[in-house]
């Protein structure tokens, strides 16, 4: 089964930027349907974008539309989540997500349709 790694989080300005990376192993990330979802402490994990096993087929949350922007490179089994216009809301753990996938036109907004997930990583956004 795929493993997931993720990186670059870190502490931010609001305004700022950053990229998040996922790292695959164990597995062709081509096969799988990513998400990237955050989490902070007593909610639930909220979705932020998701991409097909392409990258044709990509869907995101209003609350990063036009901010965050979601990629991947199959060659290098990693997928991204470029993230700017950062606000200090934008802070929690991030965690990116791979399902199978059968097809290219399926992708998911549910984080419960997700069978493989990283360890997260923390992004804070100072104001």
């Known amino acids: 089964q795929v493993q997931l790694v993720e990186s670059g989080g870190g502490l931010v300005q609001a305004g700022g930027s950053l990229r998040l990376s996922c790292a695959a192993s164990?597995?062709?990330?081509?096969?799988?349907?990513m998400g990237w979802f955050r989490q902070t402490p007593g909610s639930e994990r909220e979705f932020l974008a998701t991409i097909s096993r392409s990258g044709e087929k990509i869907i995101y949350a209003d609350s990063v539309n036009g901010r965050f922007t979601i990629s991947r490179d199959n060659a290098k089994n990693t997928a991204y989540l470029e993230m700017n216009s950062l606000i200090s809301e934008d802070t929690a753990v991030y965690y990116c997500a791979a399902t199978t996938a059968y097809s290219d036109k399926y992708i998911y907004t549910k984080a419960n349709l997700y069978l493989y997930w990283g360890q997260g990583t923390q992004v804070t956004v100072s104001s």
């Open positions: 164990r597995g062709p990330l081509s096969e799988y349907a």
